[in-house]
């Protein structure tokens, strides 16, 4: 169902706006909008200003606060499978004394972040003038040193590994002398000596080799000496940087602090910029917004406790702009994640949750079909929503997935098939003893009973989604198109049945079938402006047959992937019961189990799922579905990184 | 010469060579095809990756998608090895016919596997596009490879069907 809305304005003293703010916030109904479209606005809109949202500090705040929890992460104690979130009462969010602490821990995190980066790019510094200097470490003159009285020095890498021997013997007929200090894959070291009167000379030889001069000015010692002080640094740094990592992981241990910092802010910022939302005088204030009937009552209530004049009005259900709410009974309530995830459909059309739920339960059960693996699925599932916070969709999806583990242990019975055909291949193999589950229906052994099934289900699927799209002809006034576009298709596809039944139902089938398509002929161009476009346009539509009967034959996959499930399932136990009735065996029969199942299980859930959606969005939403719908979104609690409790605990 | 000619014809046109050649075509095209399917989504992935690693168990989910045709393969392979008693260790006989017979069968999801995997790589590549602006729209990124998986499901469904009413 898609939840009826109504328009809620309240008039209320400025006194108030903070307290009502924050209690409409907690009750998460409303959804603010823009004044305009008030009804009076524009003789209102001269006595009021459009209330201002500054969030730039606060947005600033909260990124500092977010790159600190970001940072802390990393030495936070790593949270079992099941992490919980921290627990916070909605008051605490506004406690400045928190907050306090959240900015002073945040300051501290950030200089320890700052001290540890520059000491991780000190010590990287440093490493890379060990590396540029180990070639040298053979000489042992201090590296400042470039000139004697009589002699100039210049160091000299010569690029590449080419023979070197011309470098030198240049060096040498301009009247100097090339020692070769070491060489490497990068190039040949060089320290070049010069008489002062020939430095010119052989400084000009050595421009025609590939050289480049090592920076040496400032370094006092010996290269070695350098390198055994860097080394020395360096060890220094490390030790600093355990240090500092130290005490951060100590902070860690606040990380909370922190992410109840995060989460209060951006609550606040919240707050601010619903505060953009209101018109204000100089002692009141207008608030708008879209409020769902069924909240009404526990708005009034709460808006009762101030004094402030409010009116709800009702809006015609259809309106585009309408934000469109899912609002189902308990059980169908998990199946919105997949509306959700599909698109909402517009105001005034159908919700088709509550009608999908019992065929993606039927398909997603007759595609898994093994009883053991939809237990496996419902434990976890049962697990995740226990053990974990997984916040309101993610637990409407997990719920869903728990309902498709039923259904999967439900055909999974009816198949006969637990882990595959693992009991009765354990039994022949380890115990020599014939075990036969009852099987009520087998796909492997009647493959063309469960595709009659698997397609007449899908036929019913098929028809339903139809009657969908008629009823919303006929609600929104239409009764003669209902009859023109899917009735006629009904008497077909009713003769075509009886057809096949043979017989004298047969002959009326065959008449009944004729009825309807003659009808279907006649009806079907008649948007057409001209005769023979009405003509044509009523035969062509006679083809839309092969799209109904390839929209069938498309189920035929709830067989395929059943029957994959199940062979996949026992090729894994005829591999594992391979080895015979010994310790061999036992081991891999375990590794089967614990490999392959798990394997087979993850391959089989996805492409169950992914195949009993399609199923809904292409064969059945294609026949009524109008999606597009605007999503509701609230004024309300979100935090990411802790749980909000209010008073008015999440009605589930 | 003679001879030269009987013993090649007694070994390719021989039923069970036939049968398991269409064991090995079932396994051989469909697992070709899925290597090259997975090997796409996982190249495009792994850019994603590189920048939000978060992102692994999405992008792993829609590697998974043109991996089905080669597992589609592998089962036809194995049902047809398994029906010729070729694991049990006591092949049965096959007639020329016979062996013919499975040999067409193991044709449908052999070579529908060999192409479909590569399209549906390609449909998941862009799906990993999505993944990478907007990681909430991962279930319409996965029905749209999905579209392309149906015909690999509906030759595995002909060839299964058509391996397990053979008449041996």
Redesign the interface.
Known sequence: MIAVMEKLAVYGLSGDKDRMMRGLMEKGCVQLVSPETLEDYSEISELVERGEHDAYALEQRLSRFGGAVTALSKYEKKPGLFARKPRVQLEEYSSGDAMEKAAALCVRVEAGMRELSEMKAAAAADRAQIDALTPWKGLDMPLNVDSTQRADITYAILAGREPTEGFEQAIQEAGGAAIKVSGDEAGTYYMVLSCKPDTEAVQAAMRGFPYSRAAMSGLRFTAAENIANLEREIKDFDYAIGMVEESLAEHAKNIDVLKQGYDATSLEIDCEKAGGKLMNTDRSFILTGWLPEKELPGVEKYLSEFSCYYVTTKVDQTDPDMPVLLDNPKWARPFEALTE??SLPLPGSIDPGPFMAPFYLIFFGMMFSDAGYGLLLLIICLLLLKKTDLGKSGKKFVRMLAACGGSTIVFGILYGSFFGDLIEVVAKNFFGATVVLPKLLDP?NQ??TVLIVSMAIGFVHIVFGMGLSAYLMIKRGHPWDALFDVGFWYLVFAGLLMLIAGGTVGEVGKWLAIAGAVGLVCTQGRAKPTIIGKITGGVLSLYDVTGYLSDVL?Y??I???G??TA??AS?LN?IGTMPGPNLLGFIMLVLMILIGHTFNF??NA??SY??A??LQ??EFFGKFFEGGGKPFVPFAVNTKYTVAETACEEKE | METAMESIMSTFANGNFLAYLGAAFAVLFSGIGSARGCGLVGEAGSGVIAEDPDKFGQILVLEALPGTQGIYGFLIGFIIMMNTGLLSGNPITLSTVQGAWIFASSLPVAFVGLISAPAQARAAAGGVAVIAKRPDQLSKAMVLAAMVETYAILSFLVSMLMVFNMPI
């Open positions: 995830m599909y492997l493959p063309m498309s035929s996959r067989l395929a992937l029957l994959a062979v996949i090729v005829i993850a391959i996805l492409g992914v195949h959606a399609r969005y292409v």
